[in-house]
């Protein structure tokens, strides 16, 4: 094996000593230019080049996978940057480029270990196409649809996606199986992005196994595995809202489910699962995994609720209060031992604001989610059905001090939902009686929300003379402005 391995790294190294070249060539590859390619895979599969992928020392693949990763990067890099080519032409590159995948068949593999690193390294693939696209996006829709296609037969071979491997061989180590669904997620968030119109019904992935990743979801005994599927749910409820809102409340909302997970999340876990890389997700969690979990857990909670209630006519609205009910009261339960109150208070909206407080994407996302909810129910249902909007705000900002500066920053990221979020909470809070604000908030609270808009409006005002900000500030300073009147009206 020894002597090999210098014969081995050459041969790599043939693959960008022909690739690049034959990228950067001025005429359009031809079908002998293919050939070629293919002809230097077949040499290199004889002397089991590829098996520096999959080398029992862990340093050899890893150095093998990063240098195939950046030569094909380089080689896509090549060849995105050349728009005027033809979709044919774009098409023979693509697979020339790809050829040097087809040994790399993951679903041949049967070692956990191996299929891990040929899972990683696609998902890495995917990260460096979507990167370079966005630098050199493809314009011309029938090249996003070769390029679409050419993937998707490097990634499954023919086969379908299965959002959950029922197979055992890829269940039996976690590490493994994380790794699975984190190239799902990215292949799902990869079509999105290159295609958003991309019609998802005809790709040649179901939703068979839902039910077993929703399940996987929630009972699986090592924590980053749930933290994984549940990313995948969430990415794949941005596509297929109805089915995989439905199946996450049949399954997540049981009370099997729900007492293993007080269980699991107040005592962790000790079950012993196989370990490659001995790292935290193979241990028992420590808290900020827990966290991770929970957070990802209530959001999909949250956002099936919101989206089932959009579409009445598919579900029972009272079915869903009464799980909803059963659900805040466990989450509360499940939260009270982590965070104690300065205030003594033991509020639902309490125990969420010091949850997603640490991470403000996710806790853009939840504003978002409970607004809905709060606009699709009536007054008398949002008060047993939906956690109190104003409640959560005001823990917010007082966890934040009532910061302006904060409140700006988040206004003027372009990665967060809290803009439009913040708008929408405006229009709630003109239509909502200044007394009832005052019984969700203190005084002191309700005169310190009125000094931070006021802040706003100043900041966001001198930004705007000095065009330092993206927007027209102007419609938002007027809703704030409307919003001190209306509450100064008290």
């Not at 011309?140 to 649809?145: N, S």
């Not at 969420?352 to 853009?364: G, K, R, S, V, W």
């Not at 009832?436 to 609270?445: I, Q, V």
């Amino acid at each position: 094996m020894e002597e090999k391995q210098p014969q081995r790294w050459l041969a790599l190294h043939r693959i960008e000593s022909f690739l690049i070249p034959l990228l950067t060539k001025t005429v359009p590859c031809t079908q002998e230019d293919k050939q070629d390619a293919l002809s230097l895979v077949k040499q290199l599969e004889e002397i089991r080049v590829f098996d520096l992928l999959i080398d029992p020392d862990n340093l050899v693949a890893f150095r093998c996978s990063y240098f195939l990763n950046n030569v094909l990067a380089k080689g896509f890099r090549l060849i995105v940057r050349q728009n005027e080519v033809s979709k044919e032409c774009l098409q023979l590159r693509l697979e020339i480029l790809f050829s040097f995948l087809e040994p790399l068949d993951m679903f041949r593999i049967t070692k956990p270990e191996l299929q891990y690193r040929l899972c990683r390294f696609y998902s890495r693939l995917m990260d460096d196409i979507r990167s370079i696209l966005v630098e050199h996006p493809l314009k011309d829709t029938l090249q996003v649809a070769v390029l679409v296609v050419r993937v998707e037969q490097v990634l499954w071979r023919q086969r379908d996606m299965q959002l959950f491997p029922y197979w055992k061989e890829w269940t039996r180590a976690s590490y493994t199986l994380a790794a699975y669904l984190i190239l799902c997620r990215k292949w799902l968030g990869f079509l999105y992005f290159v295609y958003p119109e991309y019609d998802h019904s005809s790709s040649i992935y179901s939703l068979d196994y839902l039910s077993s990743l929703v399940v996987c979801a929630n009972t699986h005994p090592v924590f980053y595995v749930r933290q994984r599927s549940w990313e995948l749910l969430l990415e794949l409820q941005k596509r297929f809202v109805l089915q995989v809102s439905k199946t996450i409340l049949e399954e997540s909302c049981r009370e099997e489910i729900l007492s293993s997970l007080t269980a699991l999340v107040n005592e962790g876990s000790d079950d012993d699962v196989d370990s490659y890389f001995s790292y935290q997700a193979d241990s028992v969690p420590n808290m900020a995994t827990k966290k991770v979990f929970l957070r990802n857990y209530i959001l999909g909670i949250v956002s099936s609720f919101a989206s089932l209630l959009c579409n009445k006519s598919v579900v029972d609205s009272t079915d869903l209060i009464e799980r909803a009910q059963i659900l805040w009261i466990r989450i509360a339960i499940l939260l009270r031992c982590w965070y104690v109150s300065t205030t003594n208070n033991n509020s639902l909206e309490y125990y969420l604001i010091m949850l997603f407080i640490e991470q403000d994407d996710l806790m853009c996302l939840l504003f978002m989610q409970v607004w809905k909810l709060h606009s699709l129910v009536s007054d008398e249902q949002q008060q047993i059905f939906v956690p109190r909007i104003h409640s959560m705000v005001f823990y917010w900002l007082s966890q934040i001090d009532f910061d302006a500066q904060v409140i700006l920053d988040l206004i003027l990221e372009t990665e967060t939902e809290f803009l439009e979020f913040f708008v929408n909470y405006f229009n709630v809070v003109i239509h909502t009686k200044p007394e009832d604000l005052l019984h969700d908030m203190t005084r002191e609270g309700f005169s310190r929300f009125g000094l931070l808009l006021e802040n706003l409006c100043s900041m966001l005002q001198r930004l705007q003379t000095k065009n330092l900000v993206g927007f027209r500030c102007t419609p938002l300073v007027r809703k704030m402005r409307r919003v001190l009147q209306h509450i100064h009206s008290t």
